[in-house]
């Protein structure tokens, strides 16, 4: 796995790193038992995998995925990029609170989720912030400027090295862009789910990584019939040939897969090196 990117221009990563959520079961689901955890986050590091997708939320009856980065991983590898997130969930248990109560966009419910995520990882700074838009009925969603403002002022007072979003628009991107600088985005997209075309564009052409979470699928995966031949063609896994298909859509995509498995994390960490011809990548637009 060579291929690289610099998040900000100086964080260089991995292009295909890991999402920690389906190690908490969180929001639902299963996940693996705490060993296997904490054996998937040490076995992603050794194979090359600098870039670890993270939130002070994702945790779910006593298992946090932020906590068991800092035991598998912590003193952390000099290259190592944590990812995570604040939003308008503030706890993992806000998910099920009206959309009118989730008031993690709040100043202070901010800051309350920065020094969760600093806390729980162990840091005094941390790599990178999405601002997460998602989680609420944007009519209740207060102006993009007053949380991206507060996140400015927690970096001015160094405890966020870079700002991302998350769960936006191609508009909200360009709202955003005005406000702060920008190194990533981090929406849902993949082989079946390509209504952000405009916005990986868009971010390509600025220079700014996007990161799209789900992208084999999540809780549906993805399935097609062109997939399942291109996947037979080059004897690897539908998963495999899913983020073949993300690294070769553009170079600014950095997929984070996530998974319980370490076989399947091994799988996908390999797809690095699956490399799709011209014909696969037209069959796979018929899609």
Request: aromatic content about 4%; some cysteine; overall charge negative.
């Amino acid at each position: 796995m060579t291929e690289r990117w610099a998040l900000g221009g100086d964080l260089s990563v991995a292009r295909i790193g890991y999402g920690t959520m389906k190690l908490t079961g969180w929001p639902r689901g299963g996940r693996p038992d705490r060993e296997t955890a904490l054996g998937i986050l040490r076995r992603a590091v050794e194979l090359g995998v600098n870039h670890i997708d993270t939130s002070y939320y994702y945790a779910r009856d006593g298992v946090s995925a932020n906590e068991l980065i800092r035991e598998a991983l912590h003193p952390y590898p000099d290259d190592l990029v944590i990812v995570t997130k604040v939003g308008a969930l503030v706890e993992g248990s806000d998910i099920g609170l009206p959309a009118a109560e989730k008031t993690g966009l709040t100043a202070d419910n901010l800051r309350r989720g920065i020094e969760g995520n600093l806390r729980s990882l162990g840091l005094d700074r941390l790599d990178v912030v999405n601002l997460r838009l998602g989680d609420l009925d944007r009519s209740l969603t207060p102006s993009l400027a007053e949380p991206l403002e507060t996140l400015l002022a927690l970096r001015d007072e160094g405890l966020i090295r870079q700002l991302g979003i998350s769960n936006v628009t191609l508009d909200e991107f360009a709202e955003a862009r005005k406000i702060a600088p920008i190194s990533c985005v981090q929406n849902l997209y993949n082989l079946s789910r390509r209504d952000d075309d405009p916005l990986v564009d868009a971010c390509a052409e600025a220079g700014i990584a996007y990161v799209p979470f789900f992208p084999v699928g999540g809780f549906q995966p993805v399935t097609a019939e062109h997939l399942d031949a291109v996947a037979a063609r080059h004897k690897a896994t539908v998963p495999q040939v899913a983020l073949a298909w993300l690294l070769a859509r553009s170079p600014n995509i950095l997929p984070i897969p996530g998974t319980g498995s370490l076989a399947h994390l091994e799988e996908n960490i390999a797809a690095g090196g699956l490399e799709l011809t011209a014909e696969d990548i037209a069959e796979l637009g018929q899609d």
